[in-house]
């Protein structure tokens, strides 16, 4: 059974001071103060903006050796289709990669990014470019199927498991590890608000019960996978962090996380 690492979708919150973070820490204390209790984050802010060598020199300097980093691929290559920038990309994060921090890149596609033979494609092109360490989201339906987990373990890319509202066009909550990597994201269950603009979509808190549902899911992917992610985005007042202390003691209690 893989090791298990669990954590939230960023770090840098101004609404997390209180909630997590003591009243007046400034930005440049996060990320220590979250590395005292989380093993583990997903960067995303580049998502927006490429990453440089030197930002990510500093994460790792103000994180300890056993703490680990999936870093968000930027926006041209999931929602432009455009992998010009990969050389930069990978460049910028060669000081968490030369220091054993770097678990991999997430690649969140779009829904407007639908099981086609270009797309397909385009998968071939970004395992050629990242390796085993590209992870993957889908958003479209299109996506579950049987063939399609197949088609990732044959070019060792990660799925990424999802739990997002139930709807007829949006990927459903499958459990399920394609590579060396078990990934899974809590986005929210906000259905009301998911199409919304802004944050809406992530101000959700789940119940231990839907945490819960989870649990058979994860022994199976830790069972087949090396390493298993759980990242939680539902970010709004520190909620992310609430359910990832939940679901921690929920995974300690049928030993899953012994951390």
């Known amino acids: 059974m893989g090791e298990v690492r669990i954590g939230t979708s960023g770090y840098s919150f ?54 680990r980093f999936f870093v968000k691929a930027h926006r041209t290559f999931t929602h432009e289709g455009d992998c010009s920038a990969a050389g930069d990309f990978l460049a910028a994060l060669a000081p968490m990669r030369e220091a054993g921090r770097l678990s991999g890149v997430l690649f969140q596609f779009p829904q407007s990014f639908k099981n086609t033979e270009a797309n397909r494609s385009y998968l071939h092109r970004i395992a050629e470019l990242f390796g085993a360490g590209a992870a993957v989201e889908f958003r479209d339906r299109s996506w579950d199927h049987p063939a399609v987990y197949d088609f990732l ?61 989870w649990v058979a899911g994860l022994k199976t992917m830790a069972g087949r996978a090396r390493d298993l992610f759980v990242f939680f985005n539902n970010c709004h007042a520190a909620q992310a962090v609430q359910n990832a202390r939940q679901m921690r003691e929920i995974l300690r209690q049928v030993n899953l996380w012994t951390g």
């Open 14 to 67: 101004k609404d997390w001071v209180g909630p997590f973070y003591p009243p007046g820490t400034g930005a440049q204390g996060m990320l220590p103060f979250y590395a005292r209790e989380f093993d583990a984050v997903e960067v995303n802010y580049t998502y927006y903006k490429p990453p440089t060598a030197r930002v990510m020199a500093g994460m790792v300097e103000k994180t300890p050796a056993g703490f």
């Open 153 to 213: 373990e044959a070019l060792r890319l990660n799925y990424v498991a999802v739990d997002e509202p139930e709807a007829s066009t949006l990927f459903p909550r499958v459990a399920r590890a394609t590579g060396d990597i078990g990934y899974l994201r809590f986005h929210s269950r906000n259905a009301a608000n998911w199409y919304k603009e802004g944050a809406l979509r992530y101000d959700y808190l789940y119940s231990e019960a839907e945490l819960r549902e």
